[in-house]
């Protein structure tokens, strides 16, 4: 059983409009959560194929820098940083969706793991966006945490569609909800429609 209450707390989660002279706006969905391992680890578990099966997605490809990757049923794309063991930039589907994780050790043996998805406004629409986003990396990061602690989810596929990581989901689309109603970048209109198609997404066969 996933103790929902508790993820919920563990994970910082923004929202945030970006404007630079000269270009077109983005938003930047940003998670923040610690990890009871050492940096390596979690590296690792980021970037190794035969360890990101377990907890994530089957990744062909190489991810080193300037390598290609394919998330099997998933994103493609285009590492474009990759300096072990502290970031790793990516781009995730088109050219213009880009992730970036960044890894840093705190208080001895624990790595904090932040992870930052900035697609154009003109795709996200508004804040709002951040619903079709924000949840499905709340699964896999907590998906990681499991993975560190050794705890088995079996497929991962099946796990994230299981009632209780579907109920967790359903918890994830309030919380992100309220962050980016906190932003400012969105209406009340463009967050409840984006909302219902969150909840379809991510928790499909659970009720509010």
């Known amino acids: 059983m996933i103790d929902i209450a508790n ?3 563990v994970v910082y989660r923004e929202v945030r409009e970006r404007r630079e002279a000269g270009e077109a706006g983005s938003i930047c969905v940003l998670l923040r959560r610690r990890y009871p391992v050492p940096v ?3 590296w690792d578990a980021l970037t190794i194929p ?3 099966e377990r907890w994530f997605l089957p990744v062909s490809g190489e991810l ?3 390598g290609t990757f394919a998330a099997e049923g998933n994103a493609e794309g285009t590492v474009l940083q990759c300096e072990r063991p502290y970031l790793l930039r990516l781009t995730w589907g088109e050219a ?3 992730v970036e994780l960044r890894l840093g050790s705190e208080d001895g043996d624990d790595t904090v793991l932040e992870l930052e998805h900035t697609v154009p406004l003109s795709v996200a629409g508004s804040g709002a966006g951040a619903l079709y986003t924000g949840p499905g990396w709340d699964v896999s990061l907590l998906g990681l945490d499991q993975y560190v602690r050794g705890v088995e989810v079996g497929d991962p596929g099946m796990w994230e569609s299981s009632e209780d990581v579907q109920k967790f989901s359903q918890h994830t689309v ?3 909800a309220s962050a980016i109603e906190n932003s400012g970048t969105a209406t009340t209109e463009e967050i409840g429609a984006a909302r219902q198609v969150s909840l379809a997404r991510f928790a499909p066969d659970v009720t509010a």
């Open 50 to 52: 035969a360890r990101l």
């Open 40 to 42: 390596g680890d979690v």
């Open 96 to 98: 213009s969706s880009v």
């Open 64 to 66: 080193r820098e300037g």
């Open 174 to 176: 309030s919380a992100w």
């Open 7 to 9: 993820e919920l707390k």
